[in-house]
T-cell receptor
């Protein structure tokens, strides 16, 4: 079974803090993704990566950056957290051996609250 | 442009009833993929099915079945003899072969009442 883990289920931070959300997958997947999920807006893609040290902007990259130093780990960084970044953050990975549209498998999510 | 519409925002049914979740999509591509995911209260999205545009056969997996109709651009999901554990938010999603993103619908929240 594919296993995607995220470092925290719940996180509370203060405005202006630097926040790291970590995601690890154990299936040797090429592609990894970060989404945020908000009521009424569904899932929105923040960033994705199709290889180590590669990254691509998704639909809402502003205010975020990412890091992929190792194949299994994909980090989402909030350089200076703001209250409008309070959300549920979901990490996903996919094989990538067929295409970028391979099935994505999701982690349990991190519910981030910025005060 | 891609678009996935799940017109039912919330549905409630009594346990053991059958329920169908609707999904309508828009795409100009001939090659595309459709997905269904389940998000239980715990929050994790669970993959249910992936179907490519060339395979219009309906699929059944236990109490779950999917009806793919290209003529109406729909990919509907039916749960037979629903159970309380089926209570979740269900997402339909679309991806085109030339693109690198999956576009999710807004989801349908399903309540199965005991």
């Amino acid at each position: 079974d594919v296993k995607v883990t995220q470092s925290s289920r719940y996180l509370v931070k203060r405005t202006g803090e630097k926040v790291f959300l970590e995601c690890v997958q154990d299936m040797d997947h090429e592609n990894m993704f970060w989404y945020r999920q908000d009521p009424g807006l569904g899932l929105r893609l923040i960033y994705f990566s199709y290889d180590v040290k590669m990254k691509e902007k998704g639909d809402i990259p502003e205010g975020y950056s990412v890091s992929r130093e190792k194949k299994e780990r994909f980090s989402l960084i909030l350089e200076s957290a703001s209250t409008n970044q309070t959300s549920m953050y979901l990490c996903a990975s996919s094989s990538g051996r067929e295409s970028l549209t391979d099935t994505q498998y999701f982690g349990p999510g991190t519910r981030l609250t910025v005060l | 442009a891609q678009k996935v519409t799940q017109a039912q925002t919330e549905i409630s049914v009594v346990e053991k009833e059958d329920v169908t979740l609707d999904c309508v999509y828009e795409t100009r591509d001939t090659t595309y993929y459709l997905f269904w995911y389940k998000q239980p209260p715990s929050g994790e999205l669970v993959f249910l099915i992936r179907r490519n545009s060339f395979d219009e056969q309906n699929e059944i997996s236990g109490r779950y079945s999917w009806n793919f109709q290209k003529s109406t651009s729909s990919f509907n999901f039916t749960i037979t003899a629903s159970q309380v554990v089926d209570s979740a938010v269900y997402f339909c999603a679309l991806s085109e072969d030339r693109d690198d993103k999956i576009i999710f619908g807004k989801g349908t929240r399903l309540h199965i009442l005991p």
